[in-house]
């Protein structure tokens, strides 16, 4: 299987990072300006501590970690969230699947999870019911999450049944890790 990857090797490169991270805004926003309520959503930067910023020139702006670009968005009235954390297939995790399968990470599908997770206490001002997709960033990966997000902004489903769907994607992509690995062997 082969993926067509998007901004690989972004941790090490803070040019690609800013792209990454831009691009990741962009992703969301396309959603977001096409909601009534478009007005009542912000973005929200998640920051590490900061000990990479220290040794680059350029902030990164959504760093929890150098391989990790966390994009979200919150709307406080209707507490919705959208929580989308791009890792860098080049990066450690990558790297650490590319030893164990014994190939470079365009020849292995890449990773994408989705769930649903709460932000802050009820009654919290930012107080939110996210979802969350981590994903490696592909063609494949960006027309999934992009569909979860329509589903969960756009459709209007609630937190209960989109926990339901999100966790069938995920069930969905163990399954092609799964077959996969077994082509793999034969």
Known sequence: MKEEYKFPGFSSNIALYAEMERYGVDLIEEIVATLPDRLQWAIVEYMGDGEDDKRELVRRRFAVSPETVTVGYHNSRSFKGVRVQIHDPTANGGAKLDEEYGVPFVERPAILTAFMDTFGEEG???????????????????????????????????????????????????????????????
Do not use: P
């Open 124 to 186: 919290y001002v930012r107080f939110s019911r996210d979802l969350v997709i981590g994903c490696e960033l592909t063609k494949r990966t960006e027309a999934i999450a992009t569909d979860l997000m329509r589903r969960y902004l756009c459709d209007g489903l609630s937190y209960e049944a989109m926990a339901a769907h999100a966790d069938s994607v995920s069930d969905r992509e163990a399954q092609l890790w799964d077959k996969w690995k077994n082509d793999r062997r034969r």
